[in-house]
């Protein structure tokens, strides 16, 4: 995922290009994710980088489904500070318009998501 990232913030500047195919490697990133997570069920690590792969393939519906999963999965004790990984990179792909074009506003509701349940945990921690 993070050569997937990498890629993204690459070609955002439309002066450089990753030296790889990057539609290769998401639909390579993609099958072994999600594989991952059948074999890891309760990894949601896995699951974000799932709901990441189907992000940025475009499905959005999917997409939104599996990091509903992975927040379930994260334990209340520390669910803030571990959303804020995801949260940071996709801000970061969003700020600088890597995503454009392949997510919509999707990318939108999802960071929206990521914000309001990191905001409902610190009310509740608060």
């Known amino acids: 995922m993070n050569l997937v990232r ?3 913030l690459l070609g955002s500047s439309g002066e450089i290009q990753a ?3 990057l539609d290769a490697l998401m639909e390579k990133t ?3 994710c999600a594989f991952e997570t059948v074999d890891q069920p309760g990894d949601y690590w896995r699951v974000f980088d799932l709901a990441d792969t189907l992000l940025f393939r475009g499905q959005a519906k ?3 489904e599996q990091y509903a999963r992975a927040i379930a999965l994260v334990p209340e004790s520390h669910r ?3 959303l804020r990984s995801p949260l940071s990179a996709l801000r970061e792909l969003y700020t ?3 995503l454009k074009g392949r997510i919509g506003t999707s990318g939108q509701r ?3 998501t990521l914000e309001s349940e990191i905001s409902a945990h610190s009310r509740r921690q608060g």
Do not use: E, N, Q
Request: aromatic share 14%; hydrophobic share 50%.
């Open 6 to 8: 990498l890629g993204l």
């Open 19 to 21: 030296p790889w195919d």
């Open 30 to 32: 993609y099958y072994l």
């Open 62 to 64: 999917k997409s939104t």
């Open 80 to 82: 803030a500070d571990v």
């Open 96 to 98: 600088v318009g890597a």
């Open 110 to 112: 999802i960071i929206g």
